[in-house]
């Protein structure tokens, strides 16, 4: 976790990172209304030989380095995503489980507390 004010570097450091280790990695600007779906990925309705069935389309955190920008203003359940991702290094979407990448790990940016912004990321003691 990076805290700090806005406009200090923190996601030019991790994007610095990234391209140090030469790993993949992709970025998800966390807001109020970004959903636990925008972060894991969806099924989406395809025709496959002539029959309409849901695909999965994985979503950035299939990647070895996600950068969560700002993940104390995502909603609980957003953050409570993440929070599986990273614990169980997959994702589930409607009850269906997806390996993430190996490796895979999440560097995160919050802005600091006295910071105005709607949610607080819970922190492990």
Do not use: C, Y
Not at 75 to 95: D, F, H, I, Y
């Amino acid at each position: 976790m990076l805290e700090g004010l806005p406009g200090l570097g923190k996601t030019e450091l991790v994007k610095g990172l990234s391209k140090l280790l030469k790993l993949d990695t992709k970025r998800v600007q966390f807001t109020p209304d970004l959903l636990p779906g925008d972060i894991t990925g969806n099924p989406v309705l395809q025709e496959i030989d002539g029959r309409r069935e849901f695909v999965f389309q994985p979503g950035p955190l299939f990647t070895n380095i996600a950068l969560a920008d700002e993940i104390n203003r995502a909603s609980p359940k957003t953050q409570s995503a993440l929070l599986e991702a990273m614990q169980e290094r997959r994702v589930t979407v409607l009850g269906k489980t997806h390996d993430l990448p190996r490796p895979f790990f999440v560097l995160a940016t919050q802005n600091r507390s006295n910071w105005k912004a709607p949610i607080l990321f819970p922190r492990r003691n």
